[in-house]
């Protein structure tokens, strides 16, 4: 079946460290997105890709990288930089075109303490 | 910054009865709308998408969209308690991000 794994799905760190979440699709989809959910909020913009070897800045994306070297894999660098780095991660994907709609990973729920 | 508004409620409306979730949006050249449920603990799952002024109809779901008023809307019929869930609106801006309203909260009482 088609679809987007992200993993771990629980991670723990402790402040200080830099940590990779993995996100990776097999739709064959050439866009990507990576968005952060804190309680009670809307979904966050951190970083866009729409193809390979190239991406773009959300509107949070200080404290945060990314990389997009294969077309199927976008994952994100959680830095020390980010000062509250507590939070749901949500990967997703879509066809090229502004009519795409996002297909969604089912998470990564990180805890820094 | 572009941006999405919605109602963060909660919305509370009996069962059987109909829910009306609404959002405005502030770029005027978004030509892509999309209405996600999303359950407490997990990942949006897309209900709707509209692209042209009007009506849509799938099912139990209509959405409605006016891109003079910058609004846009999801009627859920016969509301059922596994609707409950918090409904987020996301718009395709020009430069080619999809960003998201904050979601309404929306509980079907029994």
């Known amino acids: 079946d088609g679809g987007i794994t992200q993993s771990p799905k629980y991670l723990f760190r402790k402040e200080g460290q830099n940590v990779t979440l993995s996100c990776e699709q097999n739709?064959?989809?050439?866009?990507m997105y990576w968005y952060r959910q804190d309680p009670g909020q809307g979904l966050r913009l951190i970083y866009y890709?729409?193809?390979?070897?190239?991406?773009q800045k959300g509107d949070i994306a200080e404290g945060y990288s990314v990389s997009r070297e294969k077309k199927e894999s976008f994952p994100l660098t959680v830095t020390s930089a980010q000062k509250n780095p507590t939070a749901f991660y949500l990967c997703?994907?879509?066809?090229?075109?502004?009519?795409?709609?996002?297909?969604f990973g089912n998470g990564t729920r990180l805890t820094v303490t | 910054q572009k941006e999405v508004e919605q109602n963060s409620g909660p919305l509370s409306v009996p069962e059987g009865a109909i829910a009306s979730l609404n959002c405005t949006y502030s770029d005027r050249g978004s030509q892509s709308f999309f209405w996600y449920r999303q359950y407490s603990g997990k990942s949006p799952e897309l209900i709707m998408s509209i692209y042209s002024n009007g009506d849509k109809e799938d099912g139990r779901f209509t959405a409605q969209l006016n891109k003079a008023s910058q609004y846009v809307s999801l009627l859920i019929r016969d509301s059922q308690p596994s609707d409950s869930a918090t409904y987020l609106c996301a718009v395709n801006t020009r430069d080619d991000k999809i960003i998201f309203g904050k979601g309404t909260r929306l509980h079907i009482l029994p």
């Open positions: 739709l064959n989809h050439d866009a």
């Open positions: 890709s729409q193809i390979v070897n190239d991406f």
């Open positions: 997703a994907s879509s066809s090229s075109g502004m009519d795409s709609p996002l297909h």
